[in-house]
């Protein structure tokens, strides 16, 4: 029987927008994943310093902009969990739940260039098959490196699904590709409108409770 195709996608979500679904669905497509999983990181252990609005508001925004697009499923496992949001005991928490399943990890390069920062980065780097989506092409050279270092092979088509380690290099086009979340806040405080960067029931929770407005 073949296994279940799983993405698995991070991170704050502080607030999620098109880009994030953009990703999500190109990869599911490209790789032909039965379901990608937007696991909220609850606590993140790099964003000490940052002010976070409350998991559970994120989580809410996060289901909103879900709800119309099938195969992309908000993960609230890290709530749920005391401490640190920390990927490697998310990895192990969702491996023993959902025995079988191959789990393909979505990151960008940027985001991949630092996994040595991350808590027992090598043994998150052999739980799963990796999706690094290449953000720049001057970030090719050093993943490739970072890769060969490690002892993860760089694979080939998306069909190549042998059993991690392993990681896929991924680019594309977008006019969402450089969309970030700190951009929106940002927006937000000076009062502009950023309806065309996020999904209409994320703007509606938004603008009810006035989130990331000044004063």
């Known amino acids: 029987m073949t296994p279940r195709k799983t993405g698995l996608l991070g991170g704050t979500f502080n607030p999620v927008h098109r880009g994030h679904i953009e990703l999500g669905r190109r990869i599911q497509e490209a790789f032909g994943l039965d379901r990608i999983l937007y696991i909220l990181s609850a606590r993140p252990p790099h964003k000490k310093r940052q002010a976070l ?54 990151t960008g390069s940027e985001g991949f260039l630092k996994i040595r920062t991350w ?52 680019s594309y086009v977008s006019d969402y590709l450089e969309l970030s979340a700190s951009a929106i806040r940002r927006k937000r405080s000076h009062g502009q409108d950023v309806s065309p960067y996020v999904e209409k029931n994320v703007h509606k929770i938004m603008e009810e409770i006035k989130l990331y407005e000044e004063g």
């Open 53 to 106: 609005p409350p998991a559970e508001l994120r989580l809410a925004m996060l289901r909103a902009a879900l709800q119309p697009h099938p195969g992309l499923e908000p993960c609230d496992l890290e709530l749920k969990r005391r401490g640190f949001s920390w990927t490697i005991d998310t990895l192990r928490e969702l491996k023993a739940a959902l025995p079988g399943e191959r789990f393909y990890f979505i």
């Open 119 to 170: 808590k027992d980065y090598r043994q998150v780097l052999r739980e799963v098959l990796f999706v690094i989506v290449l953000r720049s092409r001057r970030h090719r050279a050093p993943v490739e490196r970072l890769l060969r270092e490690e002892g993860v092979p760089l694979r080939g088509e998306p069909a190549d699904a042998q059993p991690p380690p392993g990681a896929f290099l991924h």
